[in-house]
């Protein structure tokens, strides 16, 4: 039988099995893929850079005394971290790995370079450089995946239209189609799930995923190099481009205007484009109008927080994928009180694992009080909307129901554009969705309360006042 990745792996797990406890070698040892074996190198994937520095503080002994046991006295580690918009790898017997087998993500110019360089035929100047024979890495992450993007009401829509983008590269009317929601709520992973599925269904489709900042970067590089055109023509051969975080462009007038170019390129010749964005393209700030008008042609699909039962099943479905067993009470403790963000929610209950088998402790719901307490400090609080509203009715000692009300007394009407002014300023809500919390208006009419508070402000030193002693409830 040859030696594989997957059977010298093999091998060390038995022996790691055989030395810590159960629960632990569950936690931290099963998760764990061999992906690669070169010589006496081993490279193992982890699921994150979390899991990476536990086994290194942890268990870097009995890894090398495995290894070893397999591969020899020059036996060494390779981790591939698989997170998200970061690939690479971390080496712990560190300077004995020659650089030509870390794996840096490659950038599409260097990839392009490598092929220039190494094809013997493009030095023949009757060939035309094939930018055809380009291989390009798409980039995504495949444990971003539609099977472990739990769908509940907050997402469905986005995330229908992800599975039917992802059938039909192209050819829906979702096109492009743009991703929001507020941070740590699905839109990177998302992305990487329509991704992943297209590659799957179409595996010769060029797609790429890339963050807005590294494109900016790329596009600054290119220009500092005198290489803008090769950087316009790689992007326009894409098949399926996938810009995360678009609201990083806000501002930067090269790379919008390169963008654009790029866009109105795929566009035309039908190829798909998926956006995400922390704001819905009204509240996009900074974006120029013509690309604005662009990212509103196909459609917009809102990711909102998840409802407590959305919660719970994210985490029993991370807990099942991990191999580790907890109670019911524990599960809901945790979804009950982390709600505004599923990176936290994950976050948690990943320390709780980690507690645990760290202390040899077992999950009780005493130790989850402990690390959702520390979590929930440590993550600076936001102020929601209805702490707003509520704060605006004392103040002005009316009910909820009055300032929700339709009635257009002055008094009232300056109440709801008040608490609509500070929701924009203090919270990172759509003005569609903090029209449709207060009193069920359109984003029209938030937008002009903010003008009017502003207009105001500068002309009524009696509503001065009123905005300043608000003002002070939120930032005290
Ligand atoms: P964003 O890009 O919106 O900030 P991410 O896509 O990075 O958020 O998501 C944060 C974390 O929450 C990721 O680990 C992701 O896998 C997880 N997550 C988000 N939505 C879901 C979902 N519907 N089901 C399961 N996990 C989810
Ligand atoms: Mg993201």
């Not at 090269?254 to 484009?273: A, W």
């Not at 819905?280 to 013509?290: F, G, L």
């Not at 129901?401 to 002014?421: D, G, N, Y």
Request: proline share 3%.
């Amino acid at each position: 039988m040859s030696v594989t990745a997957q059977s010298v792996w093999e091998n060390c797990l038995l022996f790691i099995k055989d030395n810590i406890n159960p629960q632990a070698f569950k936690t931290w040892f099963l998760p764990i893929v061999a992906v690669k074996l070169t010589d006496n190198a081993l490279s193992i994937q982890v699921p994150s850079k979390f899991f990476y520095e536990w086994l290194e503080e942890h268990y870097v002994k009995i890894l090398k005394i495995a290894l070893t046991k397999e591969l020899g006295e020059n036996a060494r580690l390779v981790y591939v971290i698989r997170m998200e918009n970061t690939y690479g790898n971390k080496q712990p017997f560190t300077e004995k790995i020659p650089s030509s087998q870390r794996q840096h993500a490659m950038q599409p110019q260097e990839v392009e370079m490598a092929v220039r360089n190494k094809d013997p035929e493009l030095r023949n100047p009757f060939v035309i450089p094939g930018i055809r024979n380009l291989k390009i890495e798409s980039q995504l992450n495949p444990t971003y995946n539609f099977e472990n993007f739990l769908e509940g009401d907050s997402n469905r829509l986005a995330r229908s239209a992800g599975i039917a983008v992802a059938n039909k590269p192209g050819g829906t009317s979702f096109n492009p189609l743009l991703i929001f929601g507020g941070v740590g709520l699905g839109k990177t992973h998302l992305a990487h799930a329509i991704g992943v599925q297209i590659k799957d269904k179409y595996p010769e489709k060029t797609v790429l995923y890339i963050s807005a900042e590294k494109f900016t970067q790329q596009y600054i590089e290119s220009v500092r190099k005198n290489t803008r055109n090769d950087f316009v023509h790689f992007y326009q051969i894409i098949d399926v481009l996938i810009l995360d975080d678009v609201q990083f462009l806000s501002g930067k007038a090269g790379t919008q205007d390169v963008f654009f170019h790029i866009f109105n390129h795929l566009h035309q010749n039908g190829k798909q484009i998926i956006l995400t964005s922390d704001k819905a393209p009204v509240d996009m700030q900074d974006i120029e109008q013509r690309l604005l008008s662009r990212f509103k042609w196909g459609l917009s699909a809102e990711l909102m927080t998840p409802d407590f039962d959305t919660r719970v099943s994210i985490l029993q479905n991370k807990l099942y994928r991990d191999g580790v067993e907890m109670n019911d009470d524990i599960i809901e403790y945790v979804a009950k009180h982390i709600k505004s963000n599923i990176r936290e929610l994950e976050g948690a209950i990943i320390s709780l694992i980690a507690q645990s088998s760290f202390n040899k402790r077992e999950v009780t719901l005493e130790l989850a009080k402990q690390v959702v307490e520390k979590f929930v400090k440590n993550t600076k609080r936001e102020i929601s909307i209805d702490y707003i509203q509520k704060a605006v009715c004392d103040y002005f000692q009316m009910d909820l129901e009055t300032l929700l009300s339709k009635t257009r007394r002055r008094h009232i009407v300056q109440a709801r554009q008040l608490a609509m002014f500070f929701a924009k300023k203090y919270t990172k809500t759509s003005l569609a969705s903090i029209g449709s919390q207060i009193g069920d208006r359109d984003h029209a009419t938030v937008l002009h309360a903010c003008k009017t508070v502003d207009n105001l402000y500068t002309t009524d030193k009696q509503f001065r006042k009123y905005v300043d002693d608000l003002n002070n409830k939120f930032t005290f």
